[in-house]
């Protein structure tokens, strides 16, 4: 009875790649990190995403005027004072945004966080347990996914009365999870029979180290951009929230700036400034995590890049198309039946010829 | 069948669920909101009317949780949700199935423009991967990412006014009447145009992109190749192989993410005073109307549901796969 060689022979290179030093595994690391940033996309949205970061924490500092501060410049057009121009009240429409920077920001990653948690929980448990336990978290996921989010958070925020930032971050967290929750799952469940994992299964871990060091490093990408994904989502329904008043009035966001400016006439005032400017940072925003977002689907599956130039000219002035998949056809190419030309022809695509080679 | 069978289960379970988050919602509210809205209706509440509050609010001391949970029910099946607070003494159900119609026409027929058309343009834009097409990515990212209700705001800002040919507000002329003739139908429509634009200008994108994307994957498949190989047009090649194979996924995302959608058009009715089911619920939150708000809610994952059980029925149609099964 021999033994398989095959299956030494897969033992030993794989403890010949565990035995390196850990240098070599860091070098490669950081050279894929620099390839996501340089994703044009990835790139533009990071530093897109790193100046409202920025206005987040020193926003409230720098703000030339508090918030709320009435002055007697009231409806005033931008100017050298008010950068952004003034509200019915006299308040600085610049200041406002910049104060609501923070709230924004927070609620988006307050709720992405506790959404990704949750569906990394719930995703990941599903997918890798499989069975009945899979079954009853996938309906409780499709339950949530079908049920329509926005109206939900809506109704339960109204319930609570003036409610706090993080109180509206846990509710839209705790609501919105369940698309992650089932990309992930089937990933999971695509990861599961990989031979790694019934390696580690194998060798005696415990299911949550499976789960913990074998299956979440493969799943950092959809993690990722689900939580991307999920921060858009939550800055959306937090400022919907402000624009139809049910938050606290307190605290000001950029849906807070939009709530008055509906509600004193701003539109028939023709007070351009004191919605455009918030509106633009809300799509500015989405903008830079959905870059953020397709640099990472890009970085996963490099198929959906945007094509470079894909229309070559030829020396004869025919332009082909090239596409993934195949090769272009060219009239000019020999054909059999028609006008049959030397194949030395430099205008004909190159073509392939059969070598011979030797047994 | 069978397949059709397991959604329908699937979606009583959710419109159960549903029904019951709806029913725990109210216990949250701290204190004693029936006590607070008799007093701020002084009067004007009738004893029916307040027994039928406490038994949505569950301050029903005598009854436990569960004969509440029952009583809830039987309301519901009698198609009694209420009184409504705003509009005493009207029952919630009379003002939902009065703004249910023009929310169903404006958004489900945008709905539907929208997802076509979304689907259409994605098809050449993963198609033509590389030409003018790509010119779209970034216009439509820069788009969905608009909130619906401040590209309203734009609209109305932009294109009404005096004078103008876009009413910036309402559902139909005031001096009209609802009724199926050669005035109000004009009107009724020449308002809908703004925000039917606005929802279709903010949900087309996403479309586009999905579809992109999918055509993008399938177009390197080998079945493709094969089709080129074969000598078929360009066209027929995009059109019957491609096209058809990238659309099943996104007819599934069109019955996912139309939760998502609906929670946005209900915006676009607020900004312009549509006379729909958001507006009501701007209404009902003004006025911490909770029957009302409860009712609307109700109302829309039904409605969701419904709209979910017919794409499922489009993709059994259109995957001959699910039907095999038999």
Sequence with gaps: MTIPTSSIEQVIPGEGSMAQPETGKRGKAKRQRFRFVSNRKAATGLVMLAIYLLFAIIGPWVAPYAPDARSNDLIQSPSGAHWLGTTHLGQDVFSQLLVGTRSVIFVGFFAGIIATMLSVLIGVTAGYLGGKADEGLSALSNVFLVIPA?????IITSTLENAEDWLIALVIGLTSWSWNARVLRAQTLSLRRRDFVDASRATGEKTWRVIVFELMPNLTAVIASGFVGTVIFAVLSEITLAFIGVTSSTTWNWGTILFWAQGQQALAQEAWWWFIPAGLAIALLGTALSLINFGIDEFV???????????????????????IGFTPVLSNSPEPHTHARPLADPGAATPVVKKEVAP | MKYLLQRIAFYLFTAWAAITLNFFIPRMVPGDPVQALITKYQGQLSTQAIDSLYVLFGLDKDKGLWQEYLDYWGQLFHGDLGLSFTFFPTP????????????????????????FLGTGLGVLAGWRRGSWADGLLPVTTFLSSVPYFWLGIIAIYLLTGPGSFFPSS??????????????FIPS???????????????????????????????????????????????????????????????????????????????????????????????????????????????????????????????????????????
Excluded at chain 1, 304 to 315: D, F, M, P, V, Y
Excluded at chain 2, 92 to 115: A, D
Excluded at chain 2, 288 to 308: E, H, K, R
């Design chain 2, 92 to 115: 919630v159900s009379e003002i939902i199935s009065s703004s249910l119609p023009w929310t169903l026409l404006l958004v489900g027929i945008t709905t539907i423009i929208s997802f």
């Design chain 1, 301 to 323: 599956s490099p198929r959906l890049r945007s094509a470079g130039k894909t229309k070559i000219k030829t020396i004869d002035g025919r332009t082909v198309r090239m596409r």
């Design chain 1, 150 to 154: 926005l109206p939900l958070i809506i």
């Design chain 2, 188 to 326: 009724a429509l020449r308002h809908s145009v703004l925000p039917a634009l606005t929802i279709l200008i903010s949900s087309v994108s996403g479309w586009i992109l999905s579809m992109r994307n999918m055509m993008v994957t399938v177009s390197s498949e080998d079945y493709i190749t094969v089709a080129h190989a074969k000598g078929l047009t360009d066209r027929r090649v995009a059109m019957s192989y491609a096209a058809r194979n990238a659309l099943l996924p996104n007819v599934s995302g069109f019955a996912l993410s139309l939760g998502f959608i609906v929670g946005g058009t209900l915006l676009v009715e607020i900004v312009f005073s549509y006379p729909g089911i958001g507006f009501q619920l701007f209404q009902a939150l003004g006025a911490q109307d909770y029957p009302l708000m409860q009712g609307i809610f109700l109302i829309i994952t039904i409605s969701v549901l419904v709209a979910n059980l017919i794409a499922d029925v489009a993709y059994l149609l259109l995957d001959p796969r699910t039907r095999k099964e038999g």
């Design chain 2, 170 to 183: 309402g559902g139909f002329d005031n001096g009209l009447v609802p009724a199926f003739d050669q005035y």
